[in-house]
């Protein structure tokens, strides 16, 4: 296990016969885990795999993902994790960018054909041979993983993450987290995430276990916790929303859960520590390998609504063009990190525009307090240029959010031959309510400035998202650009 045993801290020792992964009711030990990608590693061989091909993967979270991305490592390929929600079109677009060498994909996803060499590896019937494969010497600097962003904007990137970013983020994020062989790891993001991802890179840098519930669903996720008693996991506001919802009291040995994810609403964040969820805010991107900031549960309590601290040797500014801003000051966050990515693939441009003098622009919109905490206040994307007015959309909806016939609402600019765009509005209303047009925009009248308005409003039955609550913009415009007035 060269790769293995190259990320490992010296002084992290792996027991052989501990855990590595309860998946389908059954412990997997490291020994046999090991074993499982040393035969994964002949297959890959033995189908052309070879040093820094790119390799696509289509798997559910499980531990055919785990061996795979292992084996490809220490056969030194480049593992690219695709989003199983998406549809067959929108995987062809993504593997026609890469021209990947292979697309492995698990056998539950068997009839999904992206290209006509998907591979399948029959893992059970995998046998153990001698056979030296040729692998060369390996190298922190090399390209790691590569995740797609989420594509809200309709253009996914892919980024590039190296080895030594996932070190790097996974070291400084235990300065907080201070793992040990006895933690348990809930695998509860999708493994094509990073927040996923970087589950399975923490646990087997560190030898912890990873527990993999039977679906990512909120009565899945219950039951994992309930019966493995995992001690870490890593949830976003709509999974923690729904585990609150139940009134689930998590077991005392949890003893750490990530909120990440995006914008965290207030009034949940406080709810879930009152229910004694141990809750640790965090901030971070694709990019950043994961988070680079983190608060624990007694600042959580002091300032729900902030992303914590930056992690040290993390670093955040917060700059207006060229111009670093003082505290409690609204600008683009920029992070210095050694977690940030190499950059985007094939993207050049974009790259440069965002890495330079080794600072990361994150296109967020946020602020410093005078105490340092992190406070994110929308993103760059989520501005509309209306008349010539900048509005950001995040403002528009946490205003919209508080009339009590608002269930959900998200806010985006339609482009218009008049104002260059126009503030339109997406609602889902709660059941029973009757809220028109004309009453919320009575109701927004002595909220917001009236260029702020929304010009259109959709009432819909649900908005567009991801697989993690994130509301995909390009769809949402597609709803509007379809009920044209």
């Not at 309709?154 to 980024?159: D, H, I, L, S, W």
């Not at 028109?436 to 260029?451: I, Q, V, W």
Request: proline share 4%; net charge neutral; aromatic share 8%.
């Amino acid at each position: 296990m060269k790769v293995l045993n190259s990320i490992r801290p010296a002084s992290v020792t792996i027991n052989p016969a501990s855990v590595a992964v309860t998946c389908n009711d059954k412990e997997i030990t490291y020994h046999e885990l090991y074993q499982l990608v040393d035969k994964t590693v002949l297959f890959l061989a033995q189908h052309g795999i070879r040093e820094n091909d790119t390799v696509c993967l289509l798997f559910s979270n499980g531990l055919e993902f785990i061996v795979t991305v292992l084996a490809l490592w220490e056969t030194g390929a480049i593992p690219v994790p695709l989003n199983t929600k998406l549809l067959v079109k929108e995987l062809s677009e993504q593997t026609k960018f890469l021209n990947p060498k292979l697309i492995i994909k698990s056998k539950e996803l068997e009839n999904t054909n992206v290209r006509n060499n998907d591979l399948i590896i029959p893992f059970e019937k995998l046998t153990l041979v001698k056979q030296k494969i040729k692998i060369e010497d390996f190298s922190r600097e090399k390209t790691a993983l590569m995740l797609f962003t989420s594509g809200s904007s309709g253009k996914p990137k892919a980024v590039m993450l190296s080895f030594e970013n996932l070190i790097q983020s996974a070291l400084i994020g235990d300065k907080v987290l201070l793992q040990t062989e006895k933690d348990k790891w809930l695998a509860s993001l999708p493994f094509y995430h990073i927040g996923g991802f970087s589950i399975i890179f923490r646990a087997i840098m560190f030898g912890a276990s990873i527990v993999i519930p039977t679906s990512l669903s909120s009565d899945d996720l219950k039951e994992a916790i309930l019966k493995y008693h995992p001690t870490l996991a890593s949830l976003v506001s709509n999974q923690l929303k729904k585990l609150a919802d139940m009134n689930f009291i998590p077991p005392k040995e949890l003893r750490m859960v990530l909120i990440g994810g995006g914008f965290s609403d207030k009034e949940l964040i406080l709810k879930a520590i009152d229910m004694n969820w141990n809750i640790a805010k965090v901030y971070g991107l694709t990019e950043t390998s994961s988070f680079i900031s983190i608060m624990n549960k007694e600042d959580v309590r002091r300032k729900p609504e902030a992303s914590g601290k930056a992690i040290l040797p993390n670093q955040v500014f917060i700059y207006s063009g060229d111009e670093e801003l003082l505290s409690s000051k609204s600008g683009e966050i920029i992070v210095k990190s050694p977690s940030v990515m190499k950059g985007y693939f094939k993207s050049d441009d974009e790259t440069n525009s965002k890495l330079k003098n080794d600072l990361f622009s994150t296109g967020d919109i946020g602020y410093l307090d005078e105490e340092g905490f992190l406070f994110v206040e929308t993103k760059r994307s989520d501005l509309i240029i209306s008349g010539g007015e900048n509005i950001y959309a995040t403002e528009i909806e946490k205003i919209i959010s508080t009339n009590k016939d608002v269930k959900e609402v998200s806010v985006t600019g339609i482009e218009d031959k008049t104002w260059g765009q126009v503030v339109s509005a997406a609602i889902v209303l709660n059941k029973d309510a009757k809220l028109s047009e004309s009453d919320l925009r009575s109701f927004l009248k002595d909220k917001l400035a009236g260029y702020k308005i929304p010009k259109k409003i959709l009432f819909v039955n649900e908005l567009p998202k991801t697989e993690l609550g994130k509301v995909i913009i390009e769809k949402l415009k597609n709803l509007f650009n379809t009920n044209k007035d």
